[in-house]
């Protein structure tokens, strides 16, 4: 009787430390996903902010006046102004040579 009783005992808090284990490990486990996912939220709103594209601009004073059917765009790199023709939706800034675009998620081809 007291020596089964024992085992008995001996099983159950064996279960329960089983158990206990387990749970700290579900727990660590929701936790590494919380700080992944905090951290990839993070990351997409900086990258949400550095996406951002200035798409037109307004001339400053002394910019000389904009052609006809041409519209004024800037370097994103150098900020040197250009004034593109109509439909022109990329070019190569003169100045520091880096590749713009008027549009989001449009590519520059080099012909």
Same mark, same amino acid.
């Given at each position: 009787? *007291? &020596? %089964?009783?024992?085992?008995? =005992? /001996?099983? =159950?808090? %064996?279960?329960? @430390? $089983? +158990? %206990?284990?387990?749970? &700290?490990a579900v727990i660590n486990i929701l936790e590494d996903c919380d700080r992944f996912? #905090? %951290?990839? #939220? @993070? ?6 902010? *550095? *996406?951002?594209?200035? $798409?037109? +601009? $307004? ?9 006809? !059917? ?13 004034? &593109?023709? +109509? ?6 800034? +003169? !100045?520091?040579?880096?590749? /713009?675009?008027?549009?989001?998620? *449009? ?5």
């Amino acid at each position: 009787g *007291e &020596l %089964s009783t024992d085992k008995t =005992r /001996n099983k =159950r808090k %064996s279960s329960i @430390r $089983v +158990a %206990s284990y387990r749970c &700290l490990a579900v727990i660590n486990i929701l936790e590494d996903c919380d700080r992944f996912l #905090n %951290s990839r #939220n @993070r990351t997409m709103d900086k990258k949400k902010e *550095e *996406e951002e594209i200035i $798409v037109d +601009a $307004v001339p400053a004073a002394d910019d000389p006046p904009i052609p006809p !059917n041409h519209s004024r765009f800037y370097c994103s790199k150098c900020r040197t102004p250009y004034d &593109l023709p +109509a439909r022109a939706t990329s070019w190569r800034c +003169a !100045n520091c040579h880096t590749f /713009n675009s008027t549009t989001p998620d *449009e590519c520059c081809t080099i012909l």
